[in-house]
């Protein structure tokens, strides 16, 4: 989650998002009645309003990695629970959204609440959107902070510490000179030049309400290299980088503005140049306007990077369970091992007791006769004990290794048997992740955290599903004669494929002694295979396995009604009662892949 500290490389909302956001729901949200809040991470607020026509949500983020503010669809109901959120509820309920306020060259928006248009203000719920300084609060009548996302204590800030109950004041102002139309283009560069700096970092440092992000935009708008020193642009190049400047004020002057993707990590949201401004209106956006736009665009990232995080998690999780596993095999095969054979103590306690005379004592050693025959035997004694005592020593340090190997044999297989689950989970992970699309993806951390959960190793499911996820299916292929082809992405997978949905005739391959994938030749769907659909089969289990790097891997066939499940063992652990050993090329199946993909 956000609160959580999960980073996203993209860009961050600046003062022309925010522009744009505010004078699209000045239109939309104002005025509106205030309707309910939730809180769906440490870092975000939702907030739903209704106005005559509709039901709008916004979203107020205030976490330091992607702090942003811009209406939504409608989010999740869960949160509404939470302190914040019942803060506002509380302090809320029953206003009306009146006013929609953004200090000149700020990321700050002012949201004014009242009984009714052109009533008292009574509530103030201010946003600010500063990176790792971001902020959200809720005031009263008097400017009195009743609410807040975070506390600011002095010693994070000597400048501005905040708290409930305190007198809310705004932040420095942003520094740098303020933006003007009417500069020459003369005085405009000489203020970029006064020190010699790349452009980029110039012109967001020498001018309020100007962002990395926005100064880059301008510098590719005008042909420009972005990382060049101020002190090597030609006349020509200031010239062309001060009209696309006029072109970007012209656009905040009359608020003309265009929601359009810069590839995967970035946005512009002011119009260019005026032949395209005429042709677009004001507030266009697409089809959903410049807000819903800007949240389906961090909507994505933020998906992908809750995906990396908890597939970072996951990993952590299986890692450290296997290397646990590994260290109770160990330990547990070490004592097996320090165990001696009980027999050879219950034969040679079986031997004393065949002795003449059992009470004797004081022998260190006795040579004694195998009475099946075999050769004598000299056994250590303890000359303290008789013969009859020592041979009940034997005896009972007999049944009591016997009792140990009774305890740690099954305990052995126990941990050999979770180890080996683990290994083969952790290895079909990491060979479908990278291949599957984002829907399977996240599918696969979903029953991946299932089967974490059976095995306790996590308490509750923290991987949260989206709305529109698609359920975990197989990769499905086709082999060279047009038979389906089905690979197990995971264990449950390789379980459904190989005994739930396999049918009579089909073949079943898996790589042999080593961690892999289910595939499945669906042959009971045509008449018969030929060799180069079992071969490309064999190759696809060869590739989904360990031995991917190996150039040839041995690869174990059969058909799916020689297959049973192992009493105990977990999902896509089978047993086979014939088979045939096939060599599996990884190589080969690559072309098959790239060629239909995943």
């Known amino acids: 989650m956000l609160g959580s500290g999960v980073g996203i490389p993209v860009q961050q909302q600046d003062f022309t998002t925010l522009c744009a956001v505010c004078h699209e729901l000045d239109h939309q949200a104002v005025p509106s009645r205030f309707v309910k809040a939730q809180q769906t991470d440490g870092a975000t607020i939702h907030v739903g309003l209704r106005t005559i026509s509709t039901h709008l949500w916004l979203e107020l983020s205030w976490s330091a990695e992607a702090p942003r503010f811009h209406p939504c669809l409608p989010p999740p109901r869960q949160g509404a629970g939470s302190t914040l959120a019942q803060q506002l509820h509380h302090g809320l309920r029953g206003l009306t959204l009146t006013a929609l306020r953004q200090p000149p060259w700020e990321r700050i928006v002012q949201l004014e609440f009242s009984k009714r248009p052109g009533a008292v203000v009574e509530r103030q719920l201010v946003v600010e959107l500063m990176g790792r300084h971001s902020n959200l609060f809720l005031l009263d009548a008097g400017d009195r902070i009743m609410a807040m996302g975070r506390q600011v204590k002095p010693r994070q800030s000597r400048v501005r510490p905040l708290g409930c109950g305190d007198h809310y004041s705004a932040p420095p102002p942003a520094p740098g000179r303020v933006p003007d139309g009417q500069e020459s283009c003369t005085s405009w560069q000489r203020h970029l030049q006064l020190a010699p700096l790349p452009l980029v970092q110039a012109l967001w440092q020498r001018y309020g309400g ?7 935009q301008l510098c590719g708008a005008a042909g420009i290299d972005a990382t060049l020193c101020v002190t090597a642009l030609t006349t020509a190049q200031w010239q062309d980088l001060h009209g696309q400047w006029q072109h970007w004020l012209a656009a905040l002057e009359v608020r003309r503005f265009r929601f359009e993707l810069e590839g995967d990590q970035g946005y512009h949201v002011w119009a ?27 909507g994505r990232h933020l998906r992908h990077a809750r995906m990396q995080q908890d597939h970072q998690r996951l990993v952590q999780i299986l890692c450290k369970a296997m290397a646990g596993e590994q260290r109770l095999r160990d330990d547990v095969q070490q004592r097996l091992a320090a165990v001696a ?18 009470q004797r004592s004081g022998l260190t050693h006795l040579l004694v006769a195998d009475p099946m025959g075999g050769p004598r035997e000299s056994i250590a004694l303890d000359p303290e004990k008789t013969i009859l005592a020592n041979a009940q020593r034997l005896y009972q340090k007999a049944r009591k290794l016997r009792r140990s190997r009774q305890v740690l044999e099954p305990r052995l297989d126990h941990h050999r048997q979770r180890l080996a689950r683990l290994e083969s989970a952790h290895g079909q992970f990491l060979l479908h992740w990278s291949g599957a699309p984002p829907d399977q993806q996240q599918a696969l951390l979903e029953e991946l955290e299932d089967e974490l959960r059976e095995l306790d190793l996590t308490r509750s499911r923290s991987v949260v599903s989206p709305a529109g996820t698609t359920a975990s299916c197989p990769l499905q292929l086709r082999s060279p004669g047009g038979l389906r082809l089905l690979v197990g992405r995971n264990n449950r997978q390789n379980d459904r494929i190989s005994i739930q949905e396999a049918r009579r005739g089909d073949l079943w ?11 499945v030749l669906k042959v009971s769907e045509a008449t018969g295979a030929d060799e180069d659909d079992v071969q490309i089969a064999a190759d696809l289990a060869a590739y989904f396995s360990r031995g991917r790097g190996n150039g040839a891997v041995a690869v174990v066939s059969t058909e799916t009604c020689h297959l049973q499940r192992i009493p105990g063992a977990g999902p896509g652990v089978v047993r086979f009662r014939e088979s045939r050993v096939l060599w599996g090329r990884p190589d080969a199946a690559v072309s098959l892949l790239q060629s239909e993909g995943p």
């Open 210 to 216: 100007i962002s990395p992000s926005l100064a880059r």
């Open 272 to 298: 260019a140049p005026a032949a395209a401004q005429d042709r677009a209106s004001p507030t266009d956006g697409g089809d959903h306007g410049v807000g819903l736009a800007l949240a389906a665009f961090h």
């Open 341 to 358: 054979d009980h027999t050879t103590l219950q034969r040679r306690a079986d031997r004393l007791m065949c002795c003449p005379d059992l």
């Open 509 to 519: 391959f898996h790589a042999q002694g080593m961690p892999g994938s289910h595939v």
